[in-house]
Structure formats: C-alpha cells, structure tokens
C-alpha cells in the first residue's frame, strides 16, 4: 500500500491553498499481473459541515482498500469556509471524481467503477451527488464533464437527507449550509440518472432521524432506481463501521449493526459486476 494526497482547487482557489483534498490508500500495482486494476471508492465523512473525523476516515478508507478498493476519503469545504456552503462540497466531489478518472491508469483504478460512500453529512453531499453528478452546472463550476464524474454506485450511512426532516434542529443553522433548502433536499431531486444505492441507518437515531433514509429511499423507488435498504433496530449516530475499531464511546460497538459492512460488500459485488 502507497498513501497519495491529492489537493482539489474550487474555482479561484490553487491547489496550493485549496482546503479539499483527497487521501488515498493505494495498492501497488502487482508485476507478476499484466494491468491489474481496482474498483475504487471516495468516503465523504461526516462532522457536522465543521470538521472531519480523520481517524474514523481513515479507518473507513482501509477496510474498504482490505477488501480490494483503491479507496480514497475526501476532505471537502466547511461552512467557515464558505457561505453559504453549498454547493461547495459538491464541486469537490466532482473534482475529486474528474482527478480519479483522468489519472486511473497511474492509479491501477477501474474508472467506471468508482463508488461514492457518505456518513451523516457526508451522506447528503453523496446523497446530492447523486442527484446532480450530471448536472450542467457542475460542468460550469469545475470545467469537467458529466462522462468524467459518473459514480458507479452510493453508499450512505445515516445520511442527512432532507434539511427540513430533524438535521440541523435550528433553521437558521441549515441555512449556513444553503441558502435554498429545496434545492438541496436530496429526496426532492432524485432523477433517472441516479446511481444504484445502498442505504443503512439505525431506527432509533437521535441525531439524524429514519425519516431522512426513508425519503430518500421512498424518492429512488418511484424512479425505478435500484437500492438496497437497511434499518438497524438500535444504535446512536455516527456508528460508522460500528465494531471496536470505530467505537468512539460505550454502546457504539454494535456486532449485529456491524452487519452492515458485509451486507455493503455483497451488494457493491453484485452492482459492479453487473453494471
């Protein structure tokens, strides 16, 4: 495994001082194997639109790099960076799919297999990129093209979904997200274009409540978009891989919740392969 960290510039920033970047955990490419390539996944971490947790990051990137990814976590814009927020993060997804598909070779990266993966916040980024990866504004704002972003697949855990359904609790903090709720409530955007999508949420999330999964989920099924769903009985947010690695206090290693991770892997087998 070799580390890459890729800076992303947004509009007038440079690469030298732009806040997102991509960190990559890699395989080496394997010269007993003519071109050996990888399926590739970009992990949008959560933390509110004020930080990301980089440990649980990290941990995230290298499960998923053990189970044969190139695997790669995004450090987008926070709101104290921009104002309003959206849709800063979006363009970094975009930029951050442009950098993988124009440098999958050196990259020993499958480029029309790249998934992305949102927790909590970082589900609605996923969540809207799903929903706009081939929007003519993206092409705008960061100069790329639509056959150049394309997800493969989502992943999205515990998503923020909808801004209006329980996450942020004051409105005048989600309008720091976005100035237009509706045109970031993710459910409300859904298209025939959207990726396949797995979903795993617990029933009892104080933080960001079922409802946001459900919208979404019930807004891919009226557009025939496949998707797998699961709802968890019981475990607090921000789970993530919900075993010891990622416990962050009593109660948040959760064996049966940490189901989850298999469950993701049997579905993305599947999808990719059938893609």
């Not at 992990?43 to 190139?70: C, D, K, N, R, V």
């Not at 706009?132 to 697949?153: C, F, I, N, S, V």
């Not at 919740?257 to 599947?270: G, I, M, R």
């Amino acid at each position: 495994m070799y580390l890459l960290k890729q800076s992303l510039p947004t509009q007038q920033e440079t690469p030298d001082h732009a806040p997102a970047y991509l960190q990559g955990y890699v395989h080496e490419p394997n010269p007993e194997i003519d071109r050996q390539t990888y399926p590739g996944i970009v992990i949008i971490p959560g933390g509110s639109y004020t930080h990301i947790p980089e440990h649980q990051a990290e941990i995230l990137a290298q499960a998923f790099y053990a189970q044969g990814y190139q695997a790669f976590y995004l450090r987008y814009h926070f709101i104290d960076e921009k104002a309003p927020l959206m849709p800063a993060p979006l363009v970094d997804v975009a930029n951050a799919m442009h950098y993988l598909y124009e440098n999958s070779d050196d990259l020993a990266l499958e480029a029309n297999r790249i998934v992305v993966a949102g927790f909590s916040v970082g589900g609605q980024v996923a969540a809207l990129y799903g929903d706009y990866w081939a929007a003519k504004w993206l092409d705008e704002q960061t100069g790329t093209t639509a056959d150049t972003r394309k997800p493969a697949a989502l992943v999205l855990g515990y998503p923020v979904i909808n801004l209006k359904a329980g996450f942020p609790k004051e409105k005048s903090d989600a309008l720091a997200i976005a100035d237009d709720l509706d045109a970031y409530a993710a459910d409300e955007h859904v298209n025939k274009q959207n990726p396949p999508t797995f979903i795993w949420v617990t029933n009892d999330d104080q933080m960001v409540p079922v409802k946001n999964s459900l919208l979404y989920a019930n807004a891919l099924n009226q557009h025939g978009v496949p998707q797998e769903l699961h709802i968890f009985d019981h475990g607090p947010h921000g789970l993530a891989l919900a075993n010891a690695q990622t416990a962050w206090r009593e109660g948040t290693d959760l064996p049966h919740v940490a189901k989850w991770f298999e469950l993701a892997q049997e579905w993305l087998f599947n999808t990719l392969t059938t893609e």
